[in-house]
């Protein structure tokens, strides 16, 4: 089954600064999903990429997906100590009627 | 509107010991899913749900069992709780087609099997 992948896995910068992770997958996809998932506490959906769009934004944050090279990216900018989180790709088939998760990436943000 | 809850929040049970896990939306959601979490491993789909009175296997369904007889409640029964079922479980929904739309969660149920 399709799988994301994020990339790095974790990751550590100070406040202010940008912060990208990336995601890869092996399946043909319609739709890439990015959560954040605070600790201790459940998945927060933050964007849907749909297969045929090649770049989304929301706030601060902006999603790129390459179907080509199977991999997305998500950008936070301006980072704050709230955006410390674990990220988590997800990549959705409309046939399949469930979404692959990948392992995540944990983002600490330094005040 | 309370979205997804989930009962109990921590549990510790022995092995070979039955509970289940209760999960309910408020949104008129017609599909669920139970996913566990371990370290390392990201989310794996347990079992899931199209409607009240469907439900299918999903990656890791070993162990346990789910019904779903209201749209807002999707129970998950571990009927012999062992060891390897030690895990943060969390209950999702959504609007339709789970490999469509954004998945609304719940904050988990962390289950310790000694």
């Known amino acids: 089954s399709q799988q994301g992948e994020e990339d790095p896995q974790a990751l550590s910068i100070q406040e202010g600064e940008n912060a990208t992770m990336n995601c890869s997958y092996k399946?043909?996809?319609?739709?890439l999903q990015w959560y954040r998932q605070n600790s201790g506490r459940g998945l927060v959906h933050l964007i849907l990429i749909r297969s045929n769009e090649r770049e989304k934004h929301s706030g601060r944050l902006r999603v790129t997906l390459d179907t080509s090279k199977k991999s997305s990216s998500l950008l936070i900018t301006a980072s704050r100590a709230a955006d410390t989180a674990s990220y988590f790709c997800a990549t959705g088939d409309y046939g399949n009627n469930r979404l692959a998760f990948g392992k995540g990436n944990q983002v600490v943000v330094i005040p | 509107n309370a979205g997804v809850t989930q009962t109990p929040k921590f549990q510790v049970l022995k092995t070979g010991q039955s509970m289940t896990l209760q999960c309910a939306q408020d949104?008129?959601?017609?599909?669920m899913s139970w996913y566990r979490q371990d370290p390392g491993m990201g989310l794996r789909l347990i079992h899931y749900?199209?409607?009240?009175?469907?439900?299918d296997q999903g990656e890791v369904p070993n162990g346990y069992n789910v019904s779903r007889s209201t749209t807002e409640d999707f129970p998950l029964r571990l009927l012999s709780a062992a060891p390897s079922q030690t895990s943060v479980y969390f209950c999702a929904s959504s609007y339709s087609n789970q490999g469509d739309q954004p998945q609304h969660f719940g904050d988990g149920t962390r289950l310790s099997i000694l």
């Open positions: 399946t043909s996809i319609n739709n």
């Open positions: 749900s199209v409607g009240a009175g469907i439900t």
């Open positions: 949104m008129n959601h017609e599909y």
